[in-house]
């Protein structure tokens, strides 16, 4: 059974920063690409950063700059470093892979 969950979101002030967090389980995760996807309120969802198998990246241009997606085999996870963050940051974060998607993390960017 496959499961991604995600943990790490919270409440933020423009300019701070969060650091995401997506645990796999069920999958052989060293060879599977991993993504994070984001959807704010009226919103459809949306790409935000993935990475490949050989640690390749691609970043929505909105988050270029500022986002940092990354791995780490041995634990299984895939991070999302997120710095510089802006109001328009505000979304439920969400780790996908293949047809698989967790339940979202809450990112909330307000002074």
């Known amino acids: 059974q496959v499961q991604l969950v995600e943990s790490g979101g919270g409440l933020v002030q423009p300019g701070g920063s969060l650091r995401l967090s997506c645990a796999a389980s069920?999958?052989?995760?060293?060879?599977?690409?991993m993504g994070w996807y984001r959807q704010a309120p009226g919103n459809p969802r949306a790409l935000v950063a993935a990475i490949n198998t050989g640690g390749g990246t691609n970043y929505a241009d909105s988050v270029k700059g500022r986002f940092t997606i990354s791995r780490d085999n041995a634990k299984n996870t895939v991070y999302l470093q997120m710095n510089s963050l802006k109001p328009e940051d505000t979304a439920v974060y969400y780790c996908?892979?293949?047809?698989?998607w967790g339940q979202g993390t809450q990112v909330t960017v307000s002074s």
């Open positions: 996908r892979h293949a047809n698989y």
């Open positions: 069920g999958i052989i995760f060293s060879i599977a690409t």
